[in-house]
């Protein structure tokens, strides 16, 4: 003990070039080293805090060493266990966080406090992080050791594959009323049509016996954990949940599970791990005396990366500017870290929203709808301003986030269907090319049944996966080529059934990097006038 006493006053001695804080407590420090050691070796210089005093106090350290002006990040890597006020052996093994008075989820049933470790991220009281903060949630020493390698692993596993590019959606039936459900099926489809770049693939997970996205009820937990285990860039969840569980499937009578903390135990991941993001109530309960679903997701060997949620009751149109302005940040500005992402993402939800191009913005929208529907201007920021609370990341805020290098393309802008389309493009890597023709997203190959009412026999229930699967199906046709870095042609058939907009969608994998590329292309019935080459535009490539 005297050694580990020791170090911890050598690394907490001042230092003008500490950008990383770490916080834990004193037995969690060898535990905490194979960290420390990773992160310094990349150029990172890392100062540890004891989590032996209250979370102001911890807090007024970390501001006390963001007076270098270097500070970027903040590890918090311990429980929140409410117990560890009265039982020192839980006190041992965690981190305090913040407790912060709910002003607007109190509305809608939720407790009157909100559990936050933004305190440890806002450096000069405006309730806005300045830094980037994530805990890891262990409950012990080995715990520790697990998530950290886990960690490293991720970051040093350079293998390319599928999951880099995609993304999988699950979505609950609602119950917030009509409104407020059809604004969280609005954001829904933004998500696949807009707030995602064509270059990427996505699936639909949807928890509505109408819907054709909607596996068989039966097997529904299966199919979830399915798309779990087939790894993914981004895991995302939208709809209501309780600590331990998400909303079950209703189907007449009967409820049928989605996914809880006991459907960990049967995840076998054989993709990459995704970032899971969940936008609902209470699945981020980090200090809850059970543990929530999103901690036991991330001490899973098999489960994210890291995860992201609500630790109370959370609402639809902040959650929705949130869910959004996390795709942004990823997408669109490509942060270089896990942190760095959230932050900016939870700066970019209280800033105004604006339009960008030639029709109105995905916030422009959500902010007119919650304005019409049950809020002022002013009351929209306070409820926004109340998730940045709500949100807190579980997982490493330091984890490195990778993306594709671009590939360009060219591709005639308008085709016929049953011919050939020759695909040409230019990609700084080699290895497997991938060239798909896919329909847009939200736009199925097939008419697909709609239902009107609940299934009842075997046949009815039966017909569910066919369905489910041919909706999540975007692609008409594939073709798989070797290539060296540099340009490649491909000759890519258009079936005779195809007809209107489409997408050219290239992905190429080496042993260690992808590359993505996506252009429109339009498909005719019949022969057009005149077939004009087009280069592809900037606003359809994924940056």
């Known amino acids: 003990m005297l050694a580990i006493l020791l170090t911890i006053l050598l690394c907490t001695g001042a230092d003008p070039e500490v950008d990383t804080v770490a916080v834990c407590p004193p037995r969690f420090l060898p535990a905490l080293n194979q960290w420390i050691s990773y992160r310094e070796s990349q150029g990172h210089r890392v100062r540890v805090i004891p989590a032996i005093s209250s979370a102001a106090d911890i807090q007024q350290m970390i501001r006390d060493t963001a007076r270098n002006g270097q500070l970027r990040y903040v590890l918090l890597a311990g429980d929140a266990d409410p117990r560890a006020a009265a039982d020192d052996d839980v006190r041992r093994r965690c981190v305090s966080t913040h407790y912060a008075a709910a002003k607007v989820n109190v509305r809608w049933g939720s407790e009157p406090h909100i559990a936050t470790d933004n305190g440890y991220a806002d450096l000069d009281g405006d309730q806005l992080p300045d830094v980037a903060v ?91 954990l399915a798309r779990l285990n087939e790894g993914s860039l981004f895991w995302v969840y939208l709809g209501h949940s309780q600590i331990t569980c998400l909303e079950p499937v209703h189907v007449a009578e009967r409820d049928y599970e989605v996914f809880s903390n006991d459907s960990v135990a049967r995840l076998r991941r054989t993709g990459g791990a995704p970032v899971a993001l969940f936008l609902s109530c209470y699945t981020g309960a980090f200090d809850a005396a059970q543990d929530c679903l999103a901690e036991r997701l991330v001490r899973s060997p098999h489960g994210p990366i890291a995860a992201l949620g609500g630790s109370r009751v959370t609402m639809p149109y902040a959650m929705a500017v949130m869910g959004s302005a996390l795709m942004e940040e990823y997408f669109v500005f490509q942060q270089p870290t896990l942190g760095d992402l959230v932050l900016q993402a939870k700066r970019r939800v209280m800033e105004p929203g604006s339009d960008a191009g030639d029709r109105p913005s995905l916030r422009h929208w959500l902010d007119t709808i919650a304005h019409a529907v049950y809020a002022s201007e002013d009351q929209l920021r306070e409820e926004r301003l109340e998730h940045l609370l709500l949100f807190n990341l579980l997982g490493d805020p330091l984890t490195a986030l990778r993306y594709p290098s671009e590939v360009n393309l060219t591709v005639p802008e308008e085709v016929v269907a049953g011919e050939i389309v020759t695909v040409t493009g230019e990609s700084e890597i080699g290895g497997i090319v991938t060239v798909e023709l896919v329909y847009p997203r939200g736009r199925m190959r097939c008419d697909q049944p709609r239902r009107t009412q609940p299934p009842v026999t075997l046949a009815e229930f039966g017909s569910f996966n066919r369905v489910y699967f041919d909706a999540n199906e975007q692609r ?68």
């Not at 933004?190 to 064509?198: A, K, S």
């Not at 005719?524 to 080459?533: D, F, G, K």
């Open 134 to 224: 994530g805990r890891l949630p262990a409950t012990g020493p080995a715990e520790l050791t697990a998530m950290v390698e886990r960690i490293i692993a991720y970051e040093r596993d350079r293998t390319a594959g599928p999951w880099q590019r995609r993304v999988n959606l699950v979505a609950g039936a609602g119950g917030f009323g009509a409104v407020l459900d059809g604004m969280l099926e609005f954001v829904t489809r933004q998500f696949l049509t807009d707030g995602i770049p064509p270059g990427y693939a996505t699936t639909m997970t949807y928890g509505s016996w109408r819907s054709p996205y909607c596996p068989d009820p039966r097997g529904f937990e299966d199919t979830v």
């Open 476 to 543: 008409w046709s594939s073709v798989q080529v070797s290539c060296e870095p540099g340009p490649f042609r491909v000759e890519l058939p258009i079936p005779r059934e195809v007809y209107g907009r489409c997408h050219i969608r290239v992905f190429v994998a080496d042993a260690e990097a992808h590359a993505l590329g996506a252009v429109p292309i339009l498909v005719h019935a019949t022969e057009p006038a005149a077939v004009r080459i087009a280069q592809s535009p900037a606003s359809e490539r994924p940056r």
